[in-house]
């Protein structure tokens, strides 16, 4: 199984970025993905869930400025995050359940917001 993630880098706080995660390998359906993030010092957090139903939930510091989206075809699940403060700078992980083996982590992608 492999989670590659992307779309980090540096932006100036009020603007966007959109990371994406694929996976691939693991040949089972994917129940839920879901993006983490961790700050320096700080716990791992949950940020965004979307289910293979579709169904989304947010963490309240991130609910109407980022949106979770995938696309079921390619295994491939989005986060456009816009609006973006320098608290959510941290490394953003992809985490992804398949069904029968479980849970599985990305390497993170670095997102840094410049007041």
């Known amino acids: 199984v492999q989670l590659v993630e992307s779309g980090g880098g540096l932006v100036q706080a009020g603007g966007s970025l959109r990371l994406s995660c694929a996976a691939s390998g693991s040949g089972f359906n994917i129940k839920a993905m879901r993006w983490h993030r961790q700050a320096p010092g700080k716990q791992r957090e949950l940020v965004a869930v979307?289910?293979?139903?579709?169904?989304?939930e947010y963490a309240d510091s991130v609910r109407d400025r980022f949106t979770v989206s995938r696309d079921n075809a390619k295994n491939t699940m989005f986060l456009q995050m816009n609006s973006l403060k320098p608290e959510d700078t941290a490394v953003y992980y992809c985490?992804?359940?398949?069904?029968?083996?479980?849970?599985?982590w990305g390497q993170g992608t670095q997102v840094t917001v410049s007041s």
């Open positions: 979307i289910t293979s139903g579709g169904s989304k």
């Open positions: 985490g992804v359940t398949f069904q029968f083996i479980g849970e599985y």
